[in-house]
């Protein structure tokens, strides 16, 4: 598989509502799986991916030829193990990886949707993959998990189908975006719009890239995934392969070198204007204002049990943010365990090598499959 027209998808008939009014038919949702679904049909999970993720959690990802985005957590005797789970993820709405979203064509004019698209929101994204449960004939799931964007759609998920998964492990994340991140979102989408080649989001039709506008943006965001620690460790005031100071604005240090490669690599795998609707929808993202001013109404439906996962270096999605979580599931008497992992690779951690939250999140999961 080299062709994103290969990857697996679903075409939805129904019509789904979107939150600004929109209603849609007839889109597809790209998905992929890992392991098997066992008989009774009560071992699957369905991993919710971050912002710039896909549908190839583990192995090697056919499109990039890169290893999956969780490669350390799932896979056979990983923390989520596919010789015992059966492994859902779906490429979010909005996506660039064959779901419905900005570089899909627009059947009514035979050209890219651009930002013809609609501007979607978390709620949506999750209404959208719960047509895969129908799909499997599933009628209820054994977990659902994530990571950071991955998280809110976990909290959204059993807010809107509280009878649908028996765990929830929400990891790094937060109810509601913070003024903090949606500045850093904004900062992204501006460095975008203000390239040339972005033509108003037309770039595809007029044959653009706004390859630089997208590299900055990737970069700006990268900042926020690690720690300040981490990056002082990692690269210090380290020199890039001198001893001295060039006196120009090329990369005279390793971490300004370091942040150029991830955005250049960006660049090559993901759509601009999936960043911008993307972005978009997080910073949307408010279940206390869904819920009227009260986080725990959006769980008080809800027999599911949770395992809320935090890091101490995460300053973008802070423990404070992920207590909230658990304070609103204590206030429901909801079964909710917490724990904040040690750990100095900042926002990225749960996609990182970090054996302590890598053997919590095996424990966790296992333990409560066989208490299923």
Not at 113 to 127: A, E, H, K, R
Not at 229 to 256: P, T, V, W
Request: aromatic share 12%; hydrophobic share 40%.
């Amino acid at each position: 598989m080299n062709n994103i027209n290969d990857i697996k998808k679903i075409i939805v008939d129904k019509p789904l509502k979107l939150d600004c009014g929109k209603i849609i038919n007839n889109f597809p949702v790209a998905y992929e799986t890992y392991g098997s679904l066992n008989a009774k049909k009560n071992n699957a999970i369905l991993v919710f991916h971050a912002l710039t993720g896909d549908q190839f959690v583990s192995g090697i990802n056919p499109i990039t030829k890169k290893d999956g985005w969780w490669s350390y957590a799932v896979g056979p005797e990983k923390a989520i193990d596919t010789n015992k789970y059966f492994v859902i993820c779906a490429n979010v709405m909005g996506g660039c990886m064959g779901s419905y979203g900005p570089s899909n064509i627009d059947p009514t004019t035979n050209k890219i949707l651009g930002t013809n698209f609609p501007v979607i929101t978390i709620n949506d994204m999750v209404n959208a993959q719960y047509n895969l449960l129908d799909f499997f004939k599933i009628d209820q799931l054994f977990c659902v998990t994530g990571g950071s964007m991955g998280g809110m759609q976990v909290l959204q998920f059993v807010s809107n189908f509280p009878d649908k998964t028996k765990i929830a492990i929400p990891i790094a994340c937060t109810a509601s975006h913070s003024a903090q991140n949606i500045a850093f979102n904004e900062l992204g989408r501006q460095s975008i719009m203000a390239d040339a080649n972005w033509v108003n989001g037309n770039y595809s039709n007029e044959k653009l890239n706004p390859d630089k506008g997208l590299s900055v943006a990737r970069m700006a965001a990268h900042i926020t995934y690690l720690s300040k620690n981490g990056l002082q460790e990692k690269f210090g005031r380290k020199l890039q392969e001198r001893d001295d100071l060039k006196f120009s604005f090329d990369a005279d240090f390793q971490i300004e070198s370091y942040l150029r490669y991830q955005g250049s690599v960006f660049v090559d795998r993901f759509d601009a204007n999936s960043y911008l609707y993307i972005t978009r929808a997080m910073d949307y993202f408010d279940l206390i204002k869904q819920h009227h001013g009260n986080l725990s109404k959006a769980f008080a439906q809800s027999k599911t049990k949770f395992f809320v996962i935090s890091f101490t270096s995460d300053w973008l999605y802070p423990t404070s943010e992920n207590k909230d979580i658990v304070i609103a599931l204590n206030a429901i008497g909801a079964d909710v365990g917490f724990v904040e992992i040690e750990s100095d690779k900042g926002h990225d951690s749960f996609l990182l090598n970090v054996p302590v939250f890598l053997d919590t999140l095996k424990n966790y999961i296992n333990t409560s499959y066989l208490n299923n």
